[in-house]
């Protein structure tokens, strides 16, 4: 059991990892500047698809450690 929360720890931070970055640059990270950040933002595609992996991915992650 163990073993599969590993792997899917691994697989959840490697598809983070491959999300697109929302912010246009740092500077707005920092001062929040964005205020569009989320408005009229669709997601298509491999985007959406990471989108789904990463929240099914972090379903089985949290189910598997409250089981553990």
Same mark, same amino acid.
């Given at each position: 059991?163990? +073993?599969?929360?590993?792997?899917?720890?691994?697989? #959840?931070?490697? @598809?983070?990892?491959?999300?697109?970055? /929302?912010? =246009?640059?740092?500077?707005?990270?920092?001062?929040?500047?964005?205020?569009?950040?989320?408005?009229?933002? /669709? =997601?298509? $595609? $491999? =985007?959406?698809?990471? +989108?789904? +992996? +990463?929240?099914?991915? $972090?379903?089985?992650? #949290? @189910?598997?450690?409250?089981?553990?």
């Amino acid at each position: 059991m163990i +073993t599969i929360l590993i792997i899917v720890s691994i697989l #959840l931070i490697a @598809i983070v990892l491959l999300q697109s970055n /929302k912010a =246009e640059d740092a500077s707005s990270i920092i001062t929040g500047g964005n205020s569009d950040l989320f408005k009229n933002r /669709k =997601e298509r $595609g $491999g =985007e959406l698809v990471i +989108t789904y +992996t +990463t929240a099914f991915l $972090g379903f089985i992650f #949290l @189910i598997l450690c409250i089981i553990l």
